[in-house]
């Protein structure tokens, strides 16, 4: 079946500029991730959804990131005013329930802020 | 918060010789401890996982064993082979959130 899928797979833009990024969830999977991965780093948590609400947003590292994901599914990451240590990967994962659950990954965003 | 340490950072092993990856983690509360192989440009894809009420779990050529006591937990691969080559990482938690280690490059030399 279907993995999660992200887009756009590559984001090149101008530090200032706000980027949205997007996410679809393996379907009917209730929790979805995101994570930054940075070159050569390991994975740092951003937010947890389950369902539409995000009872975790402890990994956002500035007010200039923020999430949302509406009906259960779709998840959008947007970073405003962009700098360049924003520069990363920007993974998304879902799950089909909470805590021992396998996560399933995209092949993730990578964005670069010149 | 779960702080989870892994080594080595890099691994250079002959095809046909095995592979071991260390990790350690902070938090006892951690129950769930999964692995994830990592090729260039994809996402990290979980290859093997592990529940703190068992003690080892093996899949074919790979095998993953916990020591609650002593917080930590080891991927073996066994009879490598060049696409075992990837990044892999260890990871742990205790509810929703997974804490990950840095990662180990593992290349397979043929």
């Known amino acids: 079946g279907a993995g999660v899928s992200q887009s756009p797979s590559n984001k090149v833009t101008e530090k200032g500029k706000d980027v949205e990024l997007r996410c679809d969830p393996i379907s009917g999977h209730t929790a979805l991730y995101w994570y930054r991965q940075s070159l050569g780093q390991g994975l740092e948590f951003l937010i947890y959804?389950?369902?539409?609400?995000?009872?975790?947003k402890s990994g956002l590292p500035s007010d200039r990131f923020s999430a949302e994901r509406t009906g259960g599914s779709v998840s959008t990451l947007t970073i405003q005013r962009t700098q360049q240590e924003d520069s990363a990967v920007y993974l998304c994962?879902?799950?089909?329930?909470?805590?021992?659950?396998?996560?399933?990954f995209g092949n993730g965003t990578r964005l670069t802020v010149t | 918060g779960e702080n989870v340490e892994q080594h080595p950072s890099t691994l250079s092993v002959q095809e046909g010789d095995s592979a071991v990856i260390k990790c350690t983690y902070s938090d006892s509360a951690s129950n769930y401890f999964p692995w994830y192989k990592q090729e260039l440009g994809k996402g990290p894809q979980l290859i093997i996982d592990i529940r703190s009420n068992v003690g080892e779990k093996k899949d074919q050529r790979i095998a993953v064993t916990l020591n609650k006591t002593a917080k930590h937990f080891s991927l073996h691969i066994t009879e490598t082979q060049p696409e075992d080559s990837a990044v892999y990482f260890c990871?742990?938690?205790?509810?929703?959130?997974?804490?990950f280690g840095a990662g180990t490059t593992v290349t397979v030399r043929a």
């Open positions: 994962a879902s799950s089909s329930g909470a805590g021992g659950s396998p996560l399933h």
């Open positions: 990871a742990a938690s205790r509810d929703y959130k997974l804490s």
């Open positions: 959804f389950q369902g539409n609400s995000a009872p975790d």
